[in-house]
């Protein structure tokens, strides 16, 4: 029997009873086909790689991630549920060192769903990913995470949960949002005033190629994961930055995407969206497995590979070259740049904010206001109207000093129904969840 370098654990979950539409590329197909993949390629017989089921999570942790309006039964499903579920059994088994490395491949996606959540929006419904981050601090009190989104489409609704949160470095690359939903994205989108500079943007001209993605990797995100030292690294692996995407319009390869996970070396990786069914996902799937495993991918290749063909332009590469330098200036000089914010807005941050739910078709409006506190990251208030609701959420976060955690409860408290439909407190310095909901 063969075996791998490191210990891996997969989770493979296609969500039969889940889809857009049955001919939609975001169906059960995405993964079957790596599956057959993985079997043609006799990996379920390395002696260090093995298959798990997941197991299901409380909703307390979804409820201390998003507010679900107007339930989380109401919106996600229990295939939802499994995605969310496959993260936290993986990383219980690579922190108990029964596994190095884990690979969620699992449906639905996640990326997109914001801290709010009224629905599919991007494919998303409840994040995968933060959810784990929730359940990481939780149960085994870890406090660096990075997660690192190299999905094609800007990992939004990530960005929005650890806005504030300078314990959570968050690190998209993307096609440009100017060129591709959801139209976020820049450089100049770096975090709240308790976090500056832990957002950090990445977007890339279209039909970047492997050569872009790597210099990406290597001249910017290696360097801030040094510096930043976090004890968890999570890859929202999206796939559909491949050549072959039919949704996206990039060049990155199998081959490319094995290099990147290599090196990126993440302790657990998620997929995210890939929509090339037969000629991308099996290989670049594959390739991601065989770099996690520490197994040789230096054949993994579609039968139609040709880098010469996919080579980005000149002009590609000295953008890419220019984007790195700036955006590793923000991130050298967070602490000038939060020290600017916070005597610009003096008590509180406010920003607007319109969310469209493209696979619904309904907008949601908010408003945010972040309260700038000098002991702690500060309590977030959000009165967030769609369809025929009204919401007030309440953020205490996780450091919150004991005036922020006081006010907190106090604005639950004396908020009565008025015209709000739904008051939400979420109390992530103890793990509580409190909501209050008015009949309209």
């Given at each position: 029997?063969?075996?791998?370098?490191?210990?891996?654990?997969?989770?493979?979950?296609?969500?039969?009873?889940?889809?857009?539409?049955?001919?939609?590329?975001?169906?059960?197909?995405?993964?079957?086909?790596?599956?057959?993949?993985?079997?043609?390629?006799?990996?379920?017989?390395?002696?260090?790689?093995?298959?798990?089921?997941?197991?299901?999570?409380?909703?307390?942790?979804?409820?201390?991630?998003?507010?679900?309006?107007?339930?989380?039964?109401?919106?996600?499903?229990?295939?939802?549920?499994?995605?969310?579920?496959?993260?936290?059994?993986?990383?219980?088994?690579?922190?108990?060192?029964?596994?190095?490395?884990?690979?969620?491949?699992?449906?639905?996606?996640?990326?997109?769903?914001?801290?709010?959540?009224?629905?599919?929006?991007?494919?998303?419904?409840?994040?995968?990913?933060?959810?784990?981050?929730?359940?990481?601090?939780?149960?085994?009190?870890?406090?660096?995470?990075?997660?690192?989104?190299?999905?094609?489409?800007?990992?939004?609704?990530?960005?929005?949960?650890?806005?504030?949160?300078?314990?959570?470095?968050?690190?998209?690359?993307?096609?440009?949002?100017?060129?591709?939903?959801?139209?976020?994205?820049?450089?100049?989108?770096?975090?709240?005033?308790?976090?500056?500079?832990?957002?950090?943007?990445?977007?890339?001209?279209?039909?970047?190629?492997?050569?872009?993605?790597l210099y990406c990797l290597e001249n910017l995100i290696l360097p801030i994961l040094e510096e930043f030292k976090p004890e968890?690294?999570?890859?929202?692996?999206?796939?559909?930055?491949?050549?072959?995407?039919?949704?996206?319009?990039?060049?990155?390869?199998?081959?490319?995407?094995?290099?990147?996970?290599?090196?990126?070396?993440?302790?657990?990786?998620?997929?995210?969206?890939?929509?090339?069914?037969?000629?991308?996902?099996?290989?670049?799937?594959?390739?991601?497995?065989?770099?996690?495993?520490?197994?040789?991918?230096?054949?993994?290749?579609?039968?139609?590979?040709?880098?010469?063909?996919?080579?980005?332009?000149?002009?590609?590469?000295?953008?890419?070259?220019?984007?790195?330098?700036?955006?590793?200036?923000?991130?050298?000089?967070?602490?000038?740049?939060?020290?600017?914010?916070?005597k610009k807005y003096q008590k509180h941050f406010t920003r607007k904010k319109s969310i469209y739910y493209d696979t619904m078709?309904?907008?949601?409006?908010?408003?945010?206001?972040?309260?700038?506190?000098?002991?702690?990251?500060?309590?977030?208030?959000?009165?967030?109207?769609?369809?025929n609701y009204r919401v007030l959420a309440i953020v205490i976060p996780f450091d919150a000093c004991d005036e922020c955690y006081?006010?907190?409860?106090?604005?639950?408290?004396?908020?009565?129904?008025?015209?709000?439909?739904?008051?939400?407190?979420?109390?992530?310095?103890?793990?509580?969840?409190?909501?209050?909901?008015?009949?309209?």
């Amino acid at each position: 029997m063969q075996k791998a370098q490191n210990k891996l654990g997969l989770i493979l979950f296609p969500a039969f009873d889940w889809r857009i539409t049955p001919t939609h590329p975001e169906r059960e197909e995405r993964l079957l086909y790596t599956i057959d993949q993985i079997e043609e390629e006799g990996l379920f017989d390395y002696e260090n790689i093995f298959v798990y089921n997941p197991e299901i999570i409380d909703d307390k942790y979804i409820n201390l991630t998003h507010f679900c309006i107007p339930d989380v039964d109401s919106i996600a499903t229990i295939s939802h549920k499994i995605a969310a579920s496959s993260c936290i059994t993986l990383v219980k088994k690579i922190l108990s060192n029964e596994i190095a490395k884990g690979f969620a491949l699992i449906r639905p996606p996640g990326h997109h769903a914001h801290r709010i959540t009224y629905g599919d929006r991007g494919f998303c419904v409840i994040n995968n990913e933060a959810i784990m981050v929730e359940y990481l601090r939780k149960e085994h009190k870890i406090k660096k995470i990075a997660i690192i989104d190299t999905d094609c489409h800007h990992g939004d609704g990530t960005q929005d949960i650890f806005w504030n949160d300078k314990d959570v470095l968050f690190i998209s690359l993307h096609q440009d949002g100017r060129t591709l939903y959801p139209g976020s994205g820049f450089t100049n989108e770096i975090g709240g005033p308790a976090a500056t500079g832990y957002t950090l943007n990445l977007p890339l001209s279209p039909y970047t190629s492997d050569e872009g993605f790597l210099y990406c990797l290597e001249n910017l995100i290696l360097p801030i994961l040094e510096e930043f030292k976090p004890e968890i690294i999570i890859n929202s692996a999206g796939q559909d930055n491949h050549y072959s995407d039919p949704l996206t319009n990039m060049n990155f390869s199998a081959q490319g995407y094995a290099k990147l996970t290599e090196k990126l070396n993440p302790h657990i990786s998620v997929l995210e969206g890939g929509y090339s069914v037969e000629d991308a996902l099996p290989y670049v799937n594959l390739g991601i497995i065989f770099a996690l495993a520490g197994i040789d991918c230096s054949n993994i290749k579609e039968p139609d590979y040709d880098p010469e063909k996919l080579r980005q332009s000149t002009r590609i590469s000295e953008y890419i070259k220019k984007l790195c330098e700036n955006v590793y200036i923000i991130w050298k000089n967070k602490e000038q740049i939060e020290h600017d914010v916070k005597k610009k807005y003096q008590k509180h941050f406010t920003r607007k904010k319109s969310i469209y739910y493209d696979t619904m078709g309904f907008l949601e409006q908010q408003l945010e206001n972040i309260k700038i506190c000098n002991k702690c990251s500060g309590l977030i208030t959000i009165e967030s109207t769609c369809l025929n609701y009204r919401v007030l959420a309440i953020v205490i976060p996780f450091d919150a000093c004991d005036e922020c955690y006081n006010q907190g409860y106090d604005i639950f408290s004396n908020t009565d129904s008025g015209s709000f439909s739904h008051v939400i407190l979420q109390d992530k310095r103890n793990f509580e969840f409190y909501k209050k909901e008015y009949s309209k």
